[in-house]
Nanobody, 126 residues
Framework: QVQLVESGGGLVQPGGSLRLSCAASGFTLDSYAIGWFRQAPGKEREGVSRINYSDGRIYYADFVKGRFTISRDNAKNTVYLQLNSLKAEDTAVYYC???????????????????WGQGTQVTVSS
């Protein structure tokens, strides 16, 4: 069964850090681009970051550049998102997703992804 499972979310104070994990099963991550998205209440899902498998290229949304870092561990079939210098506006459910190879789209377009995890809640609050 093709599946993505996120973990690592939680409650953290402003300025704190978290590391999110996205574990894959049923397929190998190193053959796909994997993206991280987030969705806050009442807002649309937005792209946070993506890592390609073919050229290793990495993308970040402007609002997380310099604060978040995406990486992958092919041996563990897992992609990570390190969140540093967290702000209240980073509060959201964070999802990882597998890029649909048959759909050409901008990296941050959620329609370009065919497998999604269930999400992990990140809450930044004092």
């Amino acid at each position: 069964q093709v599946q993505l499972v996120e973990s690592g979310g939680g409650l953290v104070q402003p300025g704190g850090s978290l590391r999110l994990s996205c574990a894959a099963s049923g397929f190998t991550l190193d053959s796909y681009a994997i993206g991280w998205f987030r969705q806050a209440p009442g807002k649309e899902r937005e792209g946070v970051s993506r890592i390609n498998y073919s050229d290793g290229r990495i993308y970040y949304a402007d609002f997380v550049k310099g604060r978040f870092t995406i990486s992958r561990d092919n041996a563990k079939n897992t992609v990570y998102l390190q969140l540093n210098s967290l702000k209240a506006e980073d509060t959201a459910v964070y999802y990882c997703a597998r890029k649909d190879r048959t759909f050409i789209s901008a990296w941050a377009n959620p329609r370009g992804y065919d497998v999604w995890g269930q999400g992990t809640q990140v809450t930044v609050s004092s």
